[in-house]
Nanobody, 115 residues
Framework: QVQLVESGGGLVQPGGSLRLSCAHS????????MGWYRQAPGKQRELVAA???????NYADSVKGRFAISRDNAKNTVYLQMNSLRPEDTAVYYC?????????WGQGTQVTVDS
């Protein structure tokens, strides 16, 4: 069964850093794109960062220069390094795996940026 499990969320002060992890059970050869999305209360889910099978990346304008997506194929894990965190980054962060014909989602991990 396909499974994606996020971890690493928590409470952090403005200006702080967190690294989110997404462990998955999907073969590297099946994945087209891995991504991180987030959803804040009362808002729609939005793309934060994505990395393709060819290792190209893209980021939401609001996180460029602060966040970095990466992956360790040997460990079946994708990461989101978040630096210089702001209160507006507060959201539930979801890991997404886009395959050729369908996508899979994790259950999410809460990130709260507050002093």
């Amino acid at each position: 069964q396909v499974q994606l499990v996020e971890s690493g969320g928590g409470l952090v002060q403005p200006g702080g850093s967190l690294r989110l992890s997404c462990a998955h059970s999907i073969s590297f050869f099946s994945i087209r794109t891995m991504g991180w999305y987030r959803q804040a209360p009362g808002k729609q889910r939005e793309l934060v960062a994505a990395i393709t099978s060819g290792d190209s990346t893209n980021y939401a304008d609001s996180v460029k220069g602060r966040f970095a997506i990466s992956r360790d194929n040997a460990k079946n894990t994708v990461y989101l390094q978040m630096n210089s965190l702001r209160p507006e980054d507060t959201a539930v962060y979801y890991c997404n795996a886009q395959l050729a014909l369908r996508a899979y989602w994790g259950q999410g991990t809460q990130v709260t940026v507050d002093s």
